[in-house]
């Protein structure tokens, strides 16, 4: 069996990213880094390249860099990041940007030997979770990192921030265009924390208890205060045992909870499991909603971006477990139709 790192060892391996690309970025003509064509000339020209891990990192740094580059992402639709390992198309894709951004925080660690490399050949790589500190980041009870810093727009907007900053050390010359996409992203995002506060309190307090799939949600329990429990860990290659459902199921019946979730990029065999349990002890439970926890929905649709993930994750949520949403969630815009009125 694996070894699972630590809170310690976590928070080691950030640093020493930092540490490794900072040294590699300080040294000139260090690793494979273009002669000619230089990064330099191309940010001043607005024509750079930029590749992002996840999509929720790649909606806010499409955002925020607008017209001055094209973004790339790797890690699409439905794709478990914790078990993902890239493609050669994928270490393409990293090695031909100029910039890379992901999230951090052992999140894509298969990944990690490509971002090493990437940052060997020159490139500028960055952890959009740097600037998070106790204030915000969680562990598990083996004191890993929890990853999913996204489900609250409070602490994603930090993710803006550096996003900010190192496109604008990069390309100085865009940095007026850098801050105000940055403003405007933020400000989409304090108003997609006001809906979700608003909406999610509208459910009894008795009821504010979210089970899903794996531990992907403790940021968004932390921040609306509710009690969120995953039947496996903040990974997906843990894997849950029947000890595990068995505890759930009890908990289930226990609390009269009526609602469980599944999630777009976990199997539901766990959960179609609890709900089988709990009708054996004569208690019933549907399944509330699929919510979008390691990735957003389809490209071009409103779930596939990150405004709009959040929005289903918190309408579906609210809605299932006895709160009061409006219409198509906060701006009307939901696809799914048990989020309409009919």
Known sequence: MPLRPTRRSTRCLTAALAVIFGCLFALPGCGN?????TSADKASGGGYTIASTIGMVSDLVTQVAGDR??????IGTGVDPHLYSPTRSDVSKLMEADVIFYNGLLLEGKMTDTLIRAGTAGKKVFAVTELLDSEFLLDDEEGLNDPHVWMDPTAWAKAVEVIRDKLTEYDPAG??????????????????DTYAETVLTSVPESSRVLI?????????????????????????????????IERMVSLLVKRDIKAVFVESTVSQDNIKALIE???AQGHTV???????SDAMGEPGTYEGTYVGMIDHNVTTIAKALGGKVPDGGMQHKLSDPHLHDH
Do not use: C, W
């Open 33 to 37: 880094a273009p002669t000619e064509d």
């Open 69 to 74: 580059a094209t973004v790339n992402n790797i």
């Open 175 to 192: 940095a007026e265009v850098y801050t105000a996409n940055a403003a405007a992203a933020i400000a989409k995002l304090t108003a997609l």
């Open 212 to 244: 899903t799939a794996h531990d992907a949600f403790n940021y968004f329990g932390q921040r609306f205060g509710y009690e969120v429990m995953g039947i496996q860990g903040l990974s997906t290659e843990s894997e849950a045992g029947v000890r595990d």
């Open 277 to 279: 349990g709990a009708k």
């Open 286 to 292: 549907t399944i509330g909603g699929e919510l979008f």
